[in-house]
């Protein structure tokens, strides 16, 4: 059984940081690509950084680019998201999710066969 456990969430200042964390099983880590997705209250999802297999092809929106990482560790069934810098208008439910191959085709939930149950981040003073 696949799973994706997120955990790092939580209550932060404007421009403090936060690590993400995705615990992965069930499936062969180190072969498929990986994304960190966020949806907003009353918002929709927005994608927010994607990593391929190997960890050597990183993507991210705008609006996270400079202040947010992507990394992941294969060795441990890990995917993480750094976020430095946080901003009110970071505050989201953030999920991670699976891709069904090894490389990011699009950025969309069609190529996503899994998600993890989302972790909060609020960002307020």
């Known amino acids: 059984e696949v799973q994706l456990v997120e955990s790092g969430g939580g209550l932060v200042q404007p421009g403090g940081s936060l690590r993400l964390s995705c615990a992965a099983s069930?499936?062969?880590?180190?072969?498929?690509?990986m994304s960190w997705v966020r949806q907003a209250p009353g918002k929709g999802l927005e994608w927010v950084s994607s990593?391929?297999?190997?960890?050597?092809?990183?993507s991210y929106a705008d609006s996270v680019k400079g202040r947010f990482t992507i990394s992941r560790d294969n060795a441990k069934n890990t995917l993480y998201l750094q976020m430095n810098s946080l901003k009110p208008e970071d505050t989201a439910v953030y999920y991670c999710a699976k891709y069904k191959g090894s490389v990011v085709a699009a950025q969309n939930a069609v190529e996503i066969d899994y998600w993890g149950q989302g972790t909060q981040v609020t960002v307020s003073s």
């Open positions: 069930g499936f062969t880590f180190s072969s498929y690509a």
């Open positions: 990593i391929n297999s190997g960890g050597g092809s990183t």
